[in-house]
């Protein structure tokens, strides 16, 4: 698992460290200048950006360790197939945006060494102040300083397309809103000028996160100079892995500078946000409370409710899918298809006769009568309800309605067992009347959040749910006391305690029916863990986010580059599985 840690915690982990005489800046950009290194190299004969510019935007590697290589103390990153020796990169161009902080400072002090073996660097210091030792050395190594008033904003550009990389050192992690005058106006310039030069613009790296995002909640206020790379240090930052800037991070390079635990989220950093939030966020707590994680691939077996050899289909849990209708019978089908591939021990399916005689042609293990259920996935393909209308002409309405009150431990006559978790979406959304458990699963889209929030007294439409994801999630959980899973490119998933934010969905994904897929997923994960779900109030989010991951490797999987449709992503579910577990 990937932990994003604030920018308060990197001062917090920084200040020890500084006052210990530890070389922060000095690992930071020699990491920073060897990427820079191994990125021109790689560059192809034609001048266009390595095949990393394509790469999946929040992606996160590792790389490097502490070392010497040299510099005693620093950060060493080895270059692309090569061992770390010194190379010269003569004829090289690469230009340098600066800022007058320490980001600034590890963007001058990586020019020096690019400088050094043989690039030729410009920096454009963007405030009137710069990191002193830094420019003095950039200075010292054959850089050439300007500032905006020694050239102009459209020099700036044709200097930028000149060159081999741009590098982004504009702002840091203490940076909060959009970029002011005139920095902003710089990178707005160059964001414009790279949308126009396409793949003629330079490979362009970020120096710990592209400046003028928001650093812990993934804001885009102002102009952004998006990234083919961002190279981070000590720890990612939340910004990195949440939507929608992530987007303009390309993929990301973790450099440990000498952080504790600065890649496992134990020691130090757990100890801090224990003492800040507590173990799980309580009821009128901060929305903004807990951390941002990503769930990975390893996370996966140990979540999974893999049988063993004394479990039958009762312990193995039982999905009951509430779902579809005479006018969207595919969905009930996709719904089912999700759960049954991705291994419980029965699907139980209530709904109209001849949706569920769909059911049975297309997986005939389905049960299609009530009894007992371990978690419910209540509404793909079941319209919009008015509570006040009474139920619908198929009945969907009113099983819903009946299973809701199963969720919180009121037993209903589809129903015989205790407090059950449930995945609620599509038009179960709209049938919220009561407040929810945390073992309550919301997954809306963006529209659908909105309008759930709207219906809560919050003034937010799409566009601005997309603008604030992780904020509009944790303020829908800290109203409804669900966990909210929301849909899309990267989707964020939270509940009390931590957030998540997964990116592992081609964009193919997004199709007809791929939603429904993934509700009977994380159905199926609900009923293998039920018990566990409901004791501890955490788990819900990270089942949600295992299950989210797993759909999307799937869709990866069956799409292999190509469209997809939604029924060939659950066919692709068992292989991701049982890959994950065997892993």
Not at 211 to 227: C, E, F, H, T, Y
Not at 356 to 366: H, I, K, N, S, Y
Not at 450 to 461: C, K, M, R
């Amino acid at each position: 698992m990937k932990d994003a840690w604030s920018s308060d915690e990197v001062r917090k982990a920084e200040e020890p460290l500084i006052a210990a005489g530890e070389p922060l800046m000095a690992r930071a950009a020699y990491a920073l200048a060897q990427t820079v290194l191994r990125e021109v190299a790689a560059r192809p004969a034609d001048g266009r950006a390595p095949d990393s510019r394509a790469a999946r935007p929040g992606t996160a590697r590792l790389r490097g360790s502490l070392g010497s290589d040299g510099l005693p103390g620093t950060a060493r990153v080895r270059p692309r197939g090569g061992t770390g020796a010194r190379r010269e990169v003569r004829g090289a161009r690469a230009l340098l945006l600066v800022g007058p902080g320490n980001n600034g400072g590890d963007t001058l002090f990586a020019g020096a060494h690019l400088a050094r073996r043989g690039m030729a660097v410009t920096a454009v210091l963007a405030s009137a102040r710069a990191h002193d030792e830094g420019l003095a050395a950039f200075r010292a190594a054959g850089g050439k300083a300007l500032t905006l008033a020694d050239i102009r904003v459209p020099s700036v550009v044709r200097t930028a397309l000149a060159s081999d990389v741009v590098i982004d050192g504009l702002v840091g992690v203490g940076a909060r809103g959009a970029l002011r005058p005139p920095a902003g106006g710089l990178v707005r310039t160059l964001a414009e000028a790279r949308e126009t030069a396409g793949e003629l613009w330079p490979y362009t790296i970020a120096v710990d996160i592209p400046s003028g995002i928001g650093v812990d909640d993934g804001v885009v206020l102002g102009p952004v100079l998006p990234a083919d790379r961002t190279v981070t240090f000590g720890a990612l930052k939340p910004g990195l892995l949440l939507p929608p800037a992530a987007h303009l991070a390309g993929e990301i390079e973790l450099v440990d500078v000498g952080f504790p635990a600065a890649s496992g989220g134990e020691g130090w950093a757990g100890a801090v946000w224990g003492m800040t939030t507590g173990r799980h966020a309580m009821a009128g707590a901060d929305p903004a409370s807990g951390r941002v994680r990503r769930i990975e691939p390893a996370d996966v077996a140990a979540l999974w409710p893999a049988p063993g050899p004394g479990d039958h289909k009762y312990t193995r849990g039982v999905v009951g899918v509430i779902a579809g209708t005479s006018t969207y019978p595919g969905a009930a089908v996709l719904a089912v298809s999700g759960a049954v591939l991705a291994g419980p021990g029965m699907v139980r399916y209530l709904g109209p006769e001849a949706v569920g005689t769909r059911v049975l042609l297309a997986r005939p293990e389905v049960v299609v009568t009530g009894g007992r259920v371990q978690a419910w996935v209540l509404g793909p393909g079941v319209p919009a309800v008015d509570p006040d209308a009474g139920p619908d002409d198929d009945g969907q309405a009113r099983r819903i309605f009946g299973a809701l009150a199963a969720v919180t431990g009121v037993l209903s006559e589809d129903v015989t067992g205790g407090k059950m978790p449930a995945v609620i979406d599509a038009g179960a959304l709209t049938m919220l009347e009561h407040r929810l458990p945390a073992w309550a699963v919301l997954t809306p889209h963006a529209g659908e959040l909105a309008e759930l929030l709207q219906g809560l007294g919050h003034d937010v439409d799409r566009a601005g749910v997309e603008a604030q994801p992780l904020h509009w999630v944790r303020t829908a959980h800290q109203a409804t006391g669900a966990t909210v899973l929301l849909k899309g490119a990267i989707t964020v998933v939270a509940g009390p305690g931590d957030a998540y934010a997964q990116a592992d969905a081609p964009a193919w994904t997004a199709t007809a029916g791929a939603g429904d897929v993934l509700a009977g997923i994380l159905g199926t994960l609900l009923a293998g863990r039920s018990a566990d779900v409901v004791e501890d109030e955490t788990l819900a989010a990270r089942l949600a986010a295992a299950a989210v991951l797993v759909h999307g490797r799937a869709a990866a999987r069956a799409s292999a580059g190509g469209p997809v449709a939604a029924l060939q992503i659950a066919q692709a579910v068992p292989a991701v599985i049982a890959e994950l577990l065997s892993a």
